[in-house]
């Protein structure tokens, strides 16, 4: 599947990448260079209209890390517009919060693990499975 994005979005993702919180980072050394069952995840990765934290073309699927900024319904809306508009071009969203991410990050690998391994045994999972 193609995926297309606003052009305008490039330099806010390098941005992006190039400011990474420590949540992202210490997801991105488990996802870089397809560490991940040998899948390739591309960081603040444009698509459509918003940025991505994480993204995987073949597994469509997206995995966000959420400071606590997310936690302010403003931004808690956004994030939710985000998911519905991931979800109408067929991907499947995973949200961790930072404080998972640092502090339990056996379980949030477990949880992308799990969506994984059922991609690979089914195909793609429903997306309400994932959302």
Not at 55 to 67: A, R, S, T, Y
């Amino acid at each position: 599947m193609v995926i297309k994005y606003n052009p305008k979005l490039t330099e806010f993702a390098r941005q992006l990448r190039n400011n990474a919180t420590k949540s992202e980072i210490k997801m991105w050394q488990c996802l870089k260079r397809k560490q991940l069952y040998g899948y390739d995840f591309h960081r603040q990765k444009p698509i459509d209209e918003y940025i991505a934290d994480f993204f995987c073309n073949k597994l469509q699927l997206v995995i966000e890390c959420d400071g606590y900024s997310h936690e302010i319904q403003k931004v808690w809306e956004k994030d939710i517009k985000k998911t519905k508009r991931f979800n109408e071009l067929g991907i499947r969203v995973l949200r961790f919060s930072d404080d998972q991410v640092m502090n339990d990050f056996e379980n949030v690998y477990r949880a992308i693990e799990d969506y994984v391994l059922r991609f690979e045994e089914n195909g793609l999972p429903p997306i309400e499975d994932y959302s």
